[in-house]
């Protein structure tokens, strides 16, 4: 079922699905469905132990790639082309540019009308932090950083797990990460069951992360940002965070930024002691948020060419 060509032609269908369409409204989500089944798994544990973690992770990592992988193989053996329908509408479906891009920009319009209400609102789809009582500044900070950190999350890593395994591997990928963001809590509920998602989605994003923290810092370079600032900010706070991968790009974000991002929030009404990434060299402000923006994008797409050209170049040796 693989062929380099075949990856290349769904991969590029993929992206423009993403950049022009953005979220499939009306169509039901493979991403939904893997929460579902999560849901299900962790309302019926009985024993939330890290052995019943384990279970709930192989079964969902089993079911989210074993149903695509079935679907491709009956639709490549009916056609080529009828194969390449279907891998390319998932890969575009396993895509968030667009909509990550166009959730975060209606927290930049709320703002640019002073609208504080309908931007805490906004950002509230967005984020796992409380937001009732966030200003104009923390509901920036929020959204840039949401930005930052699914610049990785929701295009550069999905974008290369299918690059080296089609859309079954951004199947195995999405999995992860959503197991991750629904259980994977150091809170009383999830602490033993949700430890082998968690530790399942730091591996799964260690090179990742990285990958993206140094195509943002190349983007940065192209956008005419402070690079030099963002490498500084870099190497000294990609670790300021409880995962050891999702501080790298907001890192990045925060130095070509020149501001501080992250510090302490409250998640379900309580206090979270975060440190802060990046240095305060100007305000925070809402026009802030375009350019996390234009970053992640120009990020996304730089990943995107790069991988397209190693496919290509392995196709014609």
Same mark, same amino acid.
């Given at each position: ?5 075949q990856?290349? *032609? ?25 929460g579902?089944?999560?849901?299900y798994?962790?309302? %019926?544990?009985?024993r ?10 192989? *079964?969902? =990592? ?13 639709a490549y ?5 009828? !194969?390449?329908v ?9 895509l968030?540019?667009?909509?990550l &891009? ?12 002073k609208?504080?209400?309908g %931007? ?5 789809m ?7 009582? =966030?200003?104009?500044?923390? *509901?920036?900070k929020?959204?840039?950083e ?10 550069i ?5 299918m ?10 990928y ?9 259980i994977? &809590? ?6 033993? =069951? !949700? ?13 990742? %992360? ?5 195509m943002?810092?190349? %983007? ?13 900010? &870099? ?19 925060? !130095?070509?930024?020149?501001v501080?991002?992250?510090g ?12 802060? *990434?990046?240095?305060a ?12 923006n &234009?970053l992640m ?5 730089l990943t995107?060419?790069?991988?397209i050209?190693?496919l ?6």
């Open positions: 079922m693989f062929d380099i060509g990856r290349i *032609i769904v991969l590029c269908i993929a992206v423009v699905l993403d950049v022009f369409l953005g979220d499939p409204h009306g169509l039901w989500h493979p991403v939904i469905g893997i579902q089944l999560i849901s798994l962790d309302k %019926a544990s009985k939330r132990t890290f052995l019943s973690g384990v279970f709930l992770a192989v *079964i969902v =990592l089993g079911v989210s790639v074993s149903v695509p992988l079935v679907i491709l193989i009956v053996m009916a056609h080529p082309i009828a !194969g390449i279907v891998e390319s509408f998932f890969c575009y479906q396993l968030a540019m667009r909509s &891009y166009d959730e975060s920009m209606k927290v930049y319009h709320a703002l640019a009308k609208d504080v209400e %931007a805490r609102h906004a950002v509230s967005i984020v796992g932090r409380d937001t009732e009582a =966030l200003d104009d500044v923390g *509901i920036t929020a959204a840039v949401t930005v930052a950190e699914n610049t990785s999350d929701g295009v890593a999905p974008l290369l797990f690059f080296l395994f089609g859309a079954v591997g951004g199947f195995f999405k999995a992860i990460n959503t197991m991750d963001s629904m994977g &809590y150091k809170n009383d509920r999830y602490r033993q =069951l !949700g430890t082998a998602a968690a530790r399942l989605d730091d591996v799964a994003n260690f090179i990742p %992360a990285r990958v993206s923290a140094w943002m810092l190349l %983007a940065g370079a192209i956008l005419r940002l402070d690079v030099k600032n963002a490498w500084k900010i &870099y190497r000294r706070d990609h670790s300021k965070h409880d995962s050891p991968n999702s501080a790298h790009t907001e890192a990045v974000c925060a !130095g070509a930024l020149r501080a991002l992250a302490d929030a409250y998640y379900f009404g309580k206090k979270k002691e975060k440190p802060t *990434i990046g240095d060299l100007r305000p925070v402000e809402y026009e802030d948020i375009k350019r996390a &234009y994008i120009a990020a996304s797409m995107f060419f790069i991988g050209c190693c290509f170049f392995l196709w014609i040796i």
